[in-house]
């Protein structure tokens, strides 16, 4: 019999604060008081390492990864439907080092889940450590296990990994009791900012008139998305922010959190080995609370961290090497801190500010420039993005778990971003969208249905489209990818710089040369070189041409179109003085002729396209040793 007796009070209170009481009421039946046949078979020769979580002198979380010195599944075995034993070596710095001395000689409150990474299946397990045996670096444990259940896989990002039991940990910080104002070293906090995967620690300790129906237990899950994606408010230097992503509405961790407010968060770096541990004390903010934090997030845990430790070169197993992590297809854009969004460029607008669609012009099949007329002015730096919410024009969403054949509408919150395209010297009242359809896109596939219903049934209102009174609200505008504009000529002259644009990236660069177009009268004097990978020359090339708008600026151009299409001839320039344009074609992808150039350390890089256009420009320009790049990321 299992020690589940439904949901404790703060499963209850955080699936009422969220409206899934009622469908929840009897998911706790989910949860197995022992291991299906699968679960033992999978945990005994399936993982390489588990993340485990036990509890502190202090009744904190730790997540500890239990593995062995080989880096190989078979360091666990299962004699029993109820029983996990486990024969691992630990590295110095593990928590579980000093967790281990709460252990009585017969029970210890323990959690884990079992991860096989290339194929994303994964499975949850809790009970007691009811025997543990210790030489030197070596331990055996016997567990029982009297909750099991298969957890869910949405956020799981793919890895090849290997075996890599060639380790040697060292300790780089140890902090096991912070002190009150004290900060996260700055690596630990980038370590922080630039992972994708965390395993989850939590503990549900009862009231003393719960324990019999409640009884203490540990809980040990796992959290992902897109790099980038969990944040540390600068304000303070060590509270974490993991928002919540759309789940099987069970909320044991959460609910766990809600009742005994402290976890801990474990990372890996797969690459290097590293290791980072937190352990502190924990909330969830729900709704107003939640977007004061994160905007467009409802739901974030903060993890107010107490305590942490970081060693290096202890994970022993590797991510394959010329392998990189396949992405969740689930995972939502990274969102920034309502802090971070403060001390940048963006700005969140209130629900009363919208957009109206106020003409299109199709240049394409599937591409097109939106012109959207605003119900206040707005300022908008040239290479910032704009961000749309779409609700009232294509319909809210409904909750789903999962959704194989379209896992981007399980967190689909009708909110799109894109670059401005058009340029804004001053605040005003219009902007521009280039954008491309998205195949099955919900957003673009109904934008371009009715562009191209006007174009086939009312060509005349595609010039002026208000009469149709497409409203959407404007949520915000949003990047530091942007170009800043001298006031006068007597400013330092702004640095040379390239410009490297995969295919529709070439968005913020139309928008950054319409604007020293439009300041040609500034005197300001500029010098860049763009290079455009496309294979839509014949649409994108005349972009660059219509950005001037006829204007000659005090500006040497040097423009190299790389495509394996053919090159429509030399955009028309009006000829000036101090405006020189070099217009130069080449076959394939951006290619060394780009690079080598006597200045290129003195250029200020930008760069947008696609992930694979990014990762090898950023490949080729660190060949050249140019580390210092400005990307623009729709992420948030």
């Keep these: 019999m299992g020690i589940l007796q439904g949901w404790h009070r703060g499963e209850k209170a955080i699936q009422e604060k969220l409206g899934f009481a009622g469908p929840m009421a009897m998911g706790y039946t989910w949860i197995d008081a022992e291991m299906p046949e699968q679960h033992r078979e999978f945990h005994t020769t399936r993982l390489p390492f588990i993340p485990v979580a036990t509890l502190d002198e202090q009744q904190r979380p730790w997540t500890s990864i239990f593995a062995a010195q080989s880096g190989e599944p078979g360091f666990v075995t299962s004699p029993s439907y109820n029983r996990l034993d486990m024969d691992i070596r630990l590295w110095e710095g593990d928590p579980f080092w000093e967790n281990v001395q709460q252990f009585d000689g017969q029970k210890m409150l323990m959690a884990g889940i079992g991860i096989e990474f290339p194929t994303r299946r994964r499975n949850k397990f809790a009970g007691l450590f009811t025997n543990i045996q210790q030489k030197n670096d070596m331990f055996h444990l016997e567990a029982t296990v009297n909750e099991a259940i298969g957890n869910c896989p949405k956020y799981i990002n793919v890895r090849e990994i290997d075996p890599h039991p060639d380790t040697f940990p060292i300790v780089v910080h140890k902090r096991r009791n912070m002190n009150e104002g004290e900060r996260l070293p700055d690596e630990v906090i980038q370590f922080i900012i630039e992972n994708d995967t965390v395993f989850l620690g939590s503990v549900f300790q009862p009231h003393l008139n719960e324990s019999i129906r409640y009884p203490s237990h540990v809980g040990q899950n796992q959290r992902g998305g897109r790099k980038g994606w969990v944040r540390v408010k600068p304000s303070d230097g ?77 994970l022993p197993v590797r ?122 896109g919900v957003v673009t596939g109904a934008l371009f249905k009715i562009a191209r219903k006007l174009a086939e049934m009312r060509p005349e209102l595609l010039q002026d489209t208000r009469p149709l009174g497409l409203q959407v609200k404007l949520v915000g505008i949003s990047g530091d990818f942007a170009l800043a504009l001298p006031s006068s000529p007597q400013e330092p002259a702004p640095r040379p710089m390239l410009w490297l644009a995969g295919g529709i990236g070439i968005t913020p660069f139309l928008s950054m040369l319409a604007a020293i177009a439009l300041s040609a009268d500034s005197g300001v004097r500029w010098d860049a070189v763009l290079a455009l990978s496309t294979r839509e020359p014949e649409v994108l090339v005349p972009l660059v041409a219509a950005a001037l708008g006829g204007r000659t600026p005090k500006l040497r151009l040097a423009i190299h179109i790389f495509s394996d299409i053919p090159v429509p001839a030399s955009p028309t320039l009006p000829p000036a003085d101090e405006f020189e344009v070099t217009f130069d074609v080449h076959q394939g992808r951006v290619g060394k002729s780009v690079f080598e150039m006597g200045d290129l350390k003195d ?32 992420e948030y």
């Excluded at 896992?407 to 219009?430: F, K």
């Excluded at 930008?606 to 660190?622: H, I, K, N, Q, W």
């Design 238 to 314: 060590r509270t974490v922010v993991l928002p919540d992503y759309s789940g099987n509405r069970l909320m044991t961790s959460l609910g766990n959190i809600e009742a005994t407010p402290v976890a801990s968060v474990t990372m890996v770096d797969f690459v290097t080995g590293d290791v980072l541990y937190l352990t502190g004390d924990a909330r969830t903010l729900v709704g107003p609370e939640s977007l004061a934090v994160m905007p467009l997030q409802k739901v974030v845990t903060e993890l107010a961290v107490t305590g942490y430790v970081f060693v290096r070169d202890a």
């Design 319 to 440: 991510q394959r090497p010329g392998t990189q992590p396949t992405r969740s297809p689930y995972s939502p854009p990274v969102r920034l801190l309502a802090e971070e969004v403060a001390a940048g460029t963006s700005k969140y607008f209130d629900d009363d500010t919208t957009v109206t669609l106020a003409s299109v012009k199709l240049l394409s099949g599937d591409l097109a420039t939106f012109t959207w007329e605003t119900s206040k002015n707005v300022v908008i730096k040239p290479g910032q993005t704009t961000i749309l919410g779409f609700a009232d024009l294509v319909g809210a969403t409904q909750y789903q778990h999962m959704a194989p054949f379209k896992p981007t509408s399980v967190n689909d919150d009708r909110i799109r971003t894109w670059t401005v395209s058009s340029a804004h010297l001053a605040p005003e009242g219009t902007f521009d969208l280039t954008m491309r359809e998205k195949p099955d």
């Design 603 to 634: 250029r200020k890089v930008y760069m947008c396209g696609p992930e694979e256009f990014e990762r090898a420009m950023l490949d080729t320009l660190s060949g050249y040793g140019v580390k210092d790049v400005v990307r623009e990321s729709f």
